[in-house]
């Protein structure tokens, strides 16, 4: 037995007479604490209060003569002897912590004691007792519950920090505090924040104390905490709690740097992106993979295709009626879901302004905000394959012009003999009834002599005498003749000219080009339709324009204009607007056209800064 809880030495049993028995039997049956008396010598219940047999589940005839042996109370026997060893030599037990057992076997955690008394004559063993086993089990669920808290406090990845709430001061770090700041717990506690660099900005502890003694925690996705010399992100979160009349506060700390850095650099990324999307000198556009619509444009496609980002963004290309031909787009779209990207696909657009341009498009598979997406770029090549048309044409015009050239002198000469053999024939006597037919001959060598002429013109080694001249003035002095041909098909000419500095030109390969133009611009139009022959000043540029109209180009030709033998008419020889482009080209200027179902306009542009480009 433990001296605290047990006296040695023979006791004085209380007395108790008639009176004072009737008062502790009430005293004894009215407690609220557990009591027992055991017989000394039988060692045998002689009474239980009801707070006893409450707790221990038995009614007073089950125990009443009984000893704990047979009633099996006990949980340690050992426990037991040392009560009956303890009542054998009389001595007091006191506060002595026992556990024991009730009726249907659980197990109750008790404090009792024991004194002497004489009972009914008898001496006997008055016993009190406490039944702790709910506070015994509070007391081992908090040792428990603490046990858990520490356990999942320091193994716990997450920085971990308990503070006084009052001061500041750190009572606690669990390990992943110590790993990431490099430091013991001997080291972090008794310190600060500050100290340890959980918070960069001082600005930003006033607020935080606020918001945690108005609502009882603190929360910050975008906390900034220093390690050393580094700057570190985390997702931090402080909680209030009391202990013992003292509040502290438990601070939780995920790490996400990495996260963070990774982000930004994703950021960074996407600005790059889209910056150099955006200022891009090709045209480019985003489309869901999935629906082909547009996502993004760039001011390029804005500039060339014409649709702004309002207009297009949301649609797909077939809505925007942006491809001109229909079997195009079902090669790309083919060759776009088979093999998920496009190289150097020529494809014809159609511009917002109903413009056809030749493009080349690059498309690649690219993930943006995790959405599967296609980049397509596209090089606008209309100009290129202007130029290579332009060349091609040229190519064949010089050709047809060396061959006029080479063939035309020779051809010309033996038509003159014939031609004056047939005047001479045709003025014999004999011959008289001939005559139609001989003028009939003649007229058909003129015509074909005029053929040839035209064939000449078309000539790049021709030699031009340019002179500095007015061009409106040439304009002026052919127009009689332009409005003589109208007149004679119902038809009208009329004159739109602005002044125009002089400039250096042939003036007679001019009229040929303003006659071969207005003749074509006048057999295109019906009866009663009007001419229009202009010029402007621009840019140091002086523009001649020819309009019509007429119906429109016929848009098989287009592509060929101004290559020799090229005709629509039913006895054109398609000389005429040959003719005209290898004058523009000996003077350096460009042939230009629009045309469209109100008519048709060509262009002639001169540069002025540009008259030494002349071939003499």
Known sequence: MNEDNRTNGTVTPLEVNLESEVNFYRAFHSSSIMKYIVDCQSMRLVDVNQAWLKAMGYQIGEVVGKNTLELNIYENAAVRDEFIEAIQERQVITNKEVRVRNKYGQILTIITGINYIYYKGQLCVLGETLDITERKQTELALVQSEEKFYKAFNSSFIIQIISRLHDGMIIEANDACCSVFNLSKSEITEKTWTEIGMGV?????????????QQGYYYNPDWKYRVGSQIRYGIINLKMFKVAEEWFVLTSLVDITERKLAEQALIESEERFYKA???????MAIYDADTLKHIEINQKYTEVIGYTPEEAVGKTPDELNLWKDRMQKQAFIHTLLVNKKAENFEAQLVTKYG??????IQVQTIYLNRMHCFLNSMIDITGLKDMEQEINRLDRLHLVGEMAASLGHEI????TSVRGFLQLLSEKEDLLHYRDYFNLMIEEMDRANEIITSFLSMSTNKLISPKLADLNHTINSIFPLLQADATRVDKVVELDLEPLPRMMIDTNE???MIINLARNGLESMPHRGVLTIGSRYKDSQVVLYVRDQGTGLDPAIISSLGTPFITTKENGTGIGLAVCYSIAARHGAEIDFT???EGTTFYVKFNISDQNNFTM
């Open 201 to 213: 900005s001082a600005d930003e502890h006033p607020h935080l104390m606020d918001q945690l003694l």
């Open 277 to 283: 999307f955006h200022n891009s000198p090709v045209i």
């Open 595 to 597: 045309t469209g179902p």
């Open 510 to 512: 001019i009229r040929q």
């Open 412 to 415: 010309r000469n033996p038509m």
């Open 355 to 360: 413009k056809v341009r030749t493009v080349l």
